[in-house]
């Protein structure tokens, strides 16, 4: 198994290529089985769920080919095409590797009329039902039944009809799902308290580009009225703006300053403020946004929150950088029970945090030291890179497959600027 093994105390300077959203990958993959022409999809990040999301789309009979990339390119430009659909089965082996597999529900639903998908199960960071994802998909007319251990939506009529419904909770993952459910539907379909988050807009984008009719692009409430076929399409994902936050946190946490190449401000407006008032310069340019370093770190309370709210996703990063503020932090997790799995870790660092159920108190230190530490999920791991790249000496990050579940090309781009880490293999 690989390690990612770092030297810290370089202070990081330079340019970061940002890659396309892993998130919104995972929910445009699956648009594949919308329509029985070609999908091409640009800017795709070389990632393992990607890679295992192409996986589960054959096994459903979708064919995929990925193109070459150019020298110093980071994207890859992938065609998808599902002429037929072989089989309506996401089987557990998939469905358990990779809890984005329940998105194949929908799609797969309003193009053959009916899908069975293994239920997720448990996960690390809390238990994360798709109760929501059900009845989303029962409001716009599905068949719903549960039996060993899988799902099984039916459409009664071989297309759903379309109908309303109100989320009880933000879901960005039910969200998506009634989307690509409700592009074929016969009738109207409305969302109401939909989840915001730019991956959703990305699917409406290309959903429309694919000629689905959504209204409310952006907003909580979406409007899908039903179309009798979508078409194939050639689109680009859009940034990731919880790698470009990562590697923000990185300039913060090294006191240095990082040129995020391509990530989108308009995305980003909670991280940013967030940044700045912590202490950093952000400055949002025609390449990017440059976040800098400005004497020590100051202290933030944060709470996370749905788009435009702060995002869980960058919690256990910000965590790792406020460990090196100048007084006391105060983090609190609305989103997912049991997603300071990272604190144990960063504490061997030498970081003073004190977790009371879904509060943090994070008491700024004057520095940490290297350790070796591991992770359960993937934005925790980032976080001990994080701590990592400031503490004096080596660490050792293990389970690095976190890490390879949404990161591209970790190493190259931190070495690029300034770091001195390395992959190494530990047999
Ligand atoms: C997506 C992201 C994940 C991010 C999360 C919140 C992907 C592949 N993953 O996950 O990185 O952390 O959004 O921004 O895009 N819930 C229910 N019932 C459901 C579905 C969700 O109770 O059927 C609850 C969850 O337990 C959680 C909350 O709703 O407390 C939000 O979860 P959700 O937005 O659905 O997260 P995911 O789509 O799984």
Redesign the pocket.
Known sequence: MDSIWIQGGKRLEGKIPISGAK?AA??LLPCALLTADKLTLSNLPRLADVDSFGHLLNGLGVSTSVAGVKKGEFGRRMTLQASEIASTVAPYDMVRKM??SILVLGPMLARAGESTVSLPGGCAI????????LRALEAIGADIELAAGYVKATAPNGRLPGGDYTFP??????TENALMAAVLATGRSQLFNA?R?P?IADLCNLLVAMGGKIDGIGSSHLIIDGVEGLHGADYAVMPDRIEAGSYACAAGITGGSIELVGARAEDMLAITNALAQAGLIVEFCDAGIKVSADGKLRPLALSTA?FPGF???MQAQFMAMLAMADGESFLEET??ENRYMHVPELRRMGANIEVRGRSALVHGVEGMTGAQVMATDLRASMSLVLAGLCAEGETEVLRVYHLDRGYERLEEKLSAVGATIERRSTG
């Open positions: 998130n995972l929910t809890r984005a809390g238990d994360r039902p798709i109760d929501l994802h909770v933000v879901s960005v993952g039910a989840a988050e991956e749905p995002p869980t996703d989103i997912f």
